[in-house]
């Protein structure tokens, strides 16, 4: 499978400031995607990145508060703007990846983010 | 609404024991993943079973899937203590992307030793 690494791991952070979330993948993959995990609650998907595009996002979701690069196919940042307590969660990357076709998604370790 | 619902929301079991946990799901789909989270931390990928499967093994690990029944169960065997974690399924809808994933809550699984 893919290996994804993801930066900070976990941060601590004040409301009103902003935190970028690096995703890292050995591999050149053309699919790339940031989920939300709140705490207690399971995964829901923010955007895809898109390598040399705009990011596409889910209903609920809007780029000035999670604006995304994706300057290459192997890199990507989400960053959370205006951080409030709400925000506190854990931010995970996936790709799509697959010897037999991309059907799978592999998930990066995550950045716990909890916001004071 | 959720597309994978699992139950039980938990599970306690005694190493050595098997434990099987269901997923439901609401709309026809492509595949379904189970995937197990520990602690909080990152989601390792289990088992993808496509739609025109029923049954698929992985280890002590066994998937089905009744697509009449919109259900799958994920059924692990001998349990060990470094099973306990929370294991989610995700389903992509028929029709639709096939990346865009849908998470069900999960069924945290505690293994005693």
């Known amino acids: 499978s893919a290996v994804i690494s993801q930066k900070p791991s976990r941060d601590i952070c004040q409301r009103g400031t902003s935190l970028t979330i690096q995703c890292q993948v050995d591999?050149?993959?053309?699919?790339m995607f940031w989920y939300r995990q709140q705490p207690g609650q399971s995964l829901t998907l923010i955007a895809t990145?898109?390598?040399?595009?705009?990011?596409?996002?889910e209903s609920g979701f809007v780029i000035d508060k999670f604006p995304i690069s994706r300057p290459n196919l192997t890199f990507s940042t989400l960053t959370v703007s205006n951080m409030s307590p709400e925000d506190s969660s854990i931010y995970l990357c996936?790709?799509?990846?697959?010897?037999?076709?991309?059907?799978?998604?592999?998930f990066g370790p995550g950045t716990r983010l909890t916001v004071l | 609404s959720q597309q994978g619902e699992e139950d039980p929301q938990a599970l306690s079991i005694q190493e050595g024991e098997n434990a099987t946990m269901n997923c439901s799901y609401k709309?026809?789909?492509?595949?379904l993943q189970w995937y197990r989270q520990n602690s909080g931390r990152g989601l390792v990928h289990l088992i993808l079973?496509?739609?025109?499967?029923r049954e698929k093994h992985s280890g002590r690990l066994r998937v089905t899937l009744d697509t009449s029944k919109k259900s799958s169960s994920l059924l692990i065997t001998a349990s060990r203590a470094a099973d306990t974690a929370s294991y989610f399924c995700?389903?992509?809808?028929?029709?639709?992307?096939?990346?865009?994933?849908?998470f069900g809550k999960g069924t945290l699984l505690t293994v005693n030793p």
């Open positions: 079973i496509r739609s025109n499967e």
């Open positions: 591999s050149q993959v053309t699919m």
């Open positions: 990145a898109n390598q040399g595009s705009e990011a596409t996002y």
């Open positions: 996936s790709v799509l990846w697959g010897p037999t076709g991309a059907d799978t998604q592999y």
């Open positions: 709309t026809s789909i492509n595949n």
């Open positions: 995700a389903t992509d809808a028929q029709g639709g992307s096939n990346y865009k994933l849908t």
